[in-house]
């Protein structure tokens, strides 16, 4: 069973940045998929970022309002997931949720991914 907390959210004005953290506890980290979902109020959850990591490297896939802003990132000796966020506008706000899945490949729908964590606020004034 794998077990994820977030950590990282606030409030920024907009074009400020954030980044969010997701520690993992409870499985193999490195053989895990993970990603990063958002669900701001009366809208749908929608995936933001997803990662695998190889040995050759981490491989990402964002969604089109992350590309050029977000970044997803792993390390994997702290078993701990991050999205750098940059350039925030107030359609970023939303609650952020750290997912994993057990297949090794990128997903990006939230039906797709087996562990959540509680999700971290992120607010953003303009």
């Known amino acids: 069973q794998v077990q994820l907390v977030e950590s990282g959210g606030g409030s920024v004005q907009t074009g400020g940045s954030l980044r969010l953290s997701c520690a993992a506890s409870?499985?193999?980290?490195?053989?895990?998929?993970m990603g990063w979902f958002r669900q701001a109020p009366g809208k749908e959850r929608e995936f933001v970022a997803a990662i695998i990591w190889s040995w050759s490297g981490g491989t990402t896939h964002y969604a089109d309002p992350a590309k050029g802003r977000f970044t997803i990132s792993r390390v994997n000796a702290q078993n701990t997931l991050y999205l750098q966020m940059n350039s925030l506008s107030p359609e970023d706000a939303a609650v952020y949720y750290c997912?994993?899945?057990?297949?090794?490949?990128?997903?990006?729908?939230?039906?797709?991914?087996?562990?959540w964590g509680q999700g971290t606020q992120v607010t953003v004034s303009s």
């Open positions: 409870g499985g193999t980290f490195r053989s895990i998929a």
């Open positions: 997912a994993a899945r057990r297949q090794f490949d990128i997903a990006v729908l939230a039906g797709s991914y087996d562990y």
